[in-house]
């Protein structure tokens, strides 16, 4: 009988599923520090905005330079924002063994995302949320389970 496992805090069980969580990558030859960090970055790709976000501190700074709506976001972003994130959070469980078993020993069992403010990433304050997030770690436990 499957469950539904609830990841948002770092220092919680299963904080290794949030972007936030310190698990980096390389991806065509750069470091990034976490998955939050690539995907902010990706909003401004090819402009001074990727490499300022990728190079910030912590993923707290890159989510809010991410945000900063004064920056101009590149025009396909809307149709490209969950390729980029699947993408990074494969990148991030392919080249970190340790959270790969992690997300694989969650077998077939539900991942949600519980934010209050977020509903199209997390389940939203109701419940009622989209989960993309929770959706693409389980379709990246799935890839990673039949490799």
């Given at each position: 009988?499957?469950?539904?496992i609830?990841?948002?805090?770092?220092?919680?069980?299963?904080?290794c599923?949030?972007?936030?969580?310190?698990y980096?990558?390389?991806?065509?030859g750069k470091?990034?520090?976490t998955?939050?960090?690539?995907?902010?970055?990706?909003?401004?790709?090819?402009t001074?905005?990727?490499?300022?976000?990728?190079?910030?501190?912590?993923?707290?700074?890159?989510?809010?330079?991410?945000?900063?709506?004064?920056l101009?976001?590149?025009s396909?972003?809307e149709?490209l924002?969950?390729?980029?994130m699947?993408?990074?959070?494969?990148e991030?469980?392919?080249?970190?063994?340790e959270?790969?078993d992690?997300l694989k020993?969650?077998?077939d069992?539900?991942?949600v995302?519980?934010?209050?403010?977020?509903y199209y990433w997390?389940?939203?304050?109701k419940g009622?949320?989209?989960n993309?997030?929770?959706?693409?770690?389980m379709?990246?436990?799935?890839?990673?389970?039949?490799?």
């Amino acid at each position: 009988m499957s469950m539904t496992i609830y990841f948002y805090n770092i220092n919680e069980e299963y904080g290794c599923f949030s972007n936030f969580s310190h698990y980096g990558f390389l991806i065509n030859g750069k470091w990034w520090k976490t998955s939050e960090h690539y995907f902010q970055a990706k909003k401004f790709e090819g402009t001074e905005y990727e490499e300022k976000i990728r190079l910030l501190d912590n993923p707290m700074q890159a989510a809010e330079m991410g945000r900063d709506r004064s920056l101009s976001l590149r025009s396909d972003w809307e149709n490209l924002k969950d390729e980029i994130m699947r993408k990074a959070v494969y990148e991030k469980f392919l080249q970190n063994q340790e959270i790969q078993d992690i997300l694989k020993q969650t077998g077939d069992n539900e991942l949600v995302e519980k934010t209050t403010s977020d509903y199209y990433w997390g389940c939203g304050t109701k419940g009622s949320g989209k989960n993309m997030l929770g959706i693409i770690l389980m379709e990246t436990r799935e890839k990673l389970s039949n490799q």
